[in-house]
């Protein structure tokens, strides 16, 4: 996905198929990137980290989430920053959508690889 100048809509970007449980739309500016998730309950983020920040907001569902040690179930209309280098993990509750902000934008989704650290449970 190239980056975006100027106006767009979600329902415009074309959605990626991560795994049975998880799909991805996602775009990008030259310094930041929006990732927009819809998972299925039982879909795993197991323990990873990069060199992004990392904005993370619930809209829907819930998400069992933990950020170095500390854990939390988040909801729609909570928020989390997560530093860059710091380990966390995640798993759907239930079926959720959420929005992540990425700072830089990540190379990895950029060049279309899809995440390794997305299990299903």
């Known amino acids: 996905m190239p980056a975006i100048k100027g ?3 979600l329902s415009a970007i074309p959605a990626e198929q991560i795994n049975e449980k998880t799909v991805r739309k996602f775009i990008s500016g030259e310094q930041g990137m929006l990732v927009w998730w819809s998972g299925k309950a039982g879909s795993v983020f197991a323990p990873h980290s990069h060199p992004h920040e990392q904005i993370v907001w619930m ?4 998400l069992q989430i933990r950020i170095g ?3 939390k179930i988040m909801v729609p209309g909570d928020v989390a920053v997560i530093p860059g ?3 966390h993990a995640g798993s759907y509750v ?3 959508e959420l929005l992540d902000v990425f700072a830089p934008p990540r190379e990895d989704f ?3 690889v899809p995440p390794s650290y997305i299990k299903q449970s």
């Not at 809209?59 to 819930?62: L, R, S, T």
């Open 59 to 62: 809209i829907k569902g819930k």
């Open 85 to 87: 280098g710091v380990e």
């Open 94 to 96: 239930e079926d959720s």
């Open 7 to 9: 106006f767009s809509s």
């Open 69 to 71: 040690n500390e854990e």
């Open 110 to 112: 950029l060049a279309g």
